[in-house]
C-alpha cells in the first residue's frame, strides 16, 4: 500500500504566496501531496484551518495543525530541514535583517501592486507607477547591501528573499504587458534585473515561478469577483 504523504498543501494557482512554500518544499526535496482550493466556494477544511485570514497557503504536517503565512511556513520548513538547501542565514542579525525586508515587502509592496493591478481608476493607477519605481529603487539598494556582490539575495544560491521576491517576477512580467509597466527596469535597476534573468534559469526556480498566463488567469479571477462596472477594468488580450 502506498505511504501516506505527511506533507499536504492548500494553495491555489498563480498565488505567489502558495508558491513562496512550493518552491521551499522543492528545494528542501520534500514531498508533498497538493489540492487546489476554491476560493470562490472555498471548502470546509480550508475554512476550518485558516478561519481568521481566510487566506491560502495552508501547510498540514502529519496530525499537527494547520500552518498559515506563507512566511512564517517557509521558516518551520526551514527549522525542521535545516540540512538540506538552508535558506535563512545562521547569523541571528542576517536573519533579523532578512525577515524585515520580507516583512516590508508583504506589507507596503504586495499591497500597493495589488491595488495597482484591481483599480479601475486609469489615473490612479498611472500615478501609483511613480512610488512603486521609487520603492523598487530601494529594493535594489538592499539587493547591493545584502547580496554582496554575488548573484543571488542568498548570495551564491537561492535564499529565503529570492524565494520572497522571486515569486512575483512572473506578476511583473504580466504588469509589463498588460498595464505598461516595467516594474524592474533594465537601466533603473540593473541589478535587479540581473537577478531576475538568474532567477528564470535557475533550475528549481524556473519550474516553479508560473509565467504570466498563469497569473493573467488569476487576475481575470480577481476581476471577476469584483462588483460589475461598466468600465473593463483591463485588457487582458495582449
Ligand atoms: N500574508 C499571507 C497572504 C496570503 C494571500 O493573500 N493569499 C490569497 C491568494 S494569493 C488568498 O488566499 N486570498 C483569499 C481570497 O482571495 O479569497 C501569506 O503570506 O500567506
Known sequence: MAQKCEMRLLGKTGSAFTNRVR???????IDY???????????????KSSPVFRNVPVLFHGDGPPMIESLCIM?????????????????????VQFRILAYTFDNLYYPAMREFMLT????KREAMKGPITEGIARLEEAFIHVSKGKEFWGGDDIGYLDIVFGV??????????????????????PRLAQWGRSMWSHEVASTIIPNH???AKFLQFLHNRMPPTSRPLVDLSY
Open 33 to 47: 501531496e497538493y489540492f487546489e482550493e476554491d476560493l470562490d466556494n472555498k471548502t470546509e477544511l480550508f475554512l
Open 120 to 123: 479601475r481608476d486609469v489615473d
Open 168 to 189: 512575483f517576477l512572473g506578476w511583473f512580467k504580466l504588469f509589463g504587458k498588460v498595464f505598461d509597466f516595467d516594474v524592474i527596469d533594465e537601466v533603473i535597476n
Open 23 to 29: 518552491f521551499v518544499l522543492k528545494l528542501k526535496s
Open 75 to 95: 521558516e518551520y520548513l526551514d527549522e525542521i530541514k535545516p540540512d538540506v538547501h538552508p535558506i535563512l542565514p545562521k547569523n541571528p542579525a542576517d536573519r
Open 213 to 215: 498566463e498563469i497569473h
